[in-house]
């Protein structure tokens, strides 16, 4: 069945279907342990969107990583959730754009097997 929904992006030799995260746990805010960078930019608008303090929110839910700051996380069935997912995005609107430009980033150009694990919205070129 044709779709005309397919995103995809240049220098990438994969689709993504975003009708797929309908049937998805969310699997890109769960899982391993990892870091959910958050820009200056980020920052001040999730604070915004919670209506917070900017200074609140990064000594509420930013951990500090060197001189970056990463989303916390919470144990989530066997591994660990953002700390903003309970089923969604709490923060969708203005989620991070680390989270808005998942699943085109440049560490899956070379590991489309490992993202097609985790994302099932992934179409290869040529299937
Ligand atoms: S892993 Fe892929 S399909 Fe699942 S929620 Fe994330 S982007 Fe959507
Ligand atoms: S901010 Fe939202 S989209 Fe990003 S990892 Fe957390 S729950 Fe997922």
Redo the contacts with the bound molecule.
Sequence with gaps: MKNEKLISKEGFSYKFNPEACKDCE?N??IGESGY?WVTPQDIKNIAAFLNIDEELFKSTFLIKVGYKYS?KEKPYKNGYA?I??ENG?K??PV??NQ?RTFPFWDYYKDKIEELKKECPGIIEDGE
């Design positions: 969310g890109c805010c959910i989303l953002c903003f997912f995005c923060i969708y989620r991070p989270c």
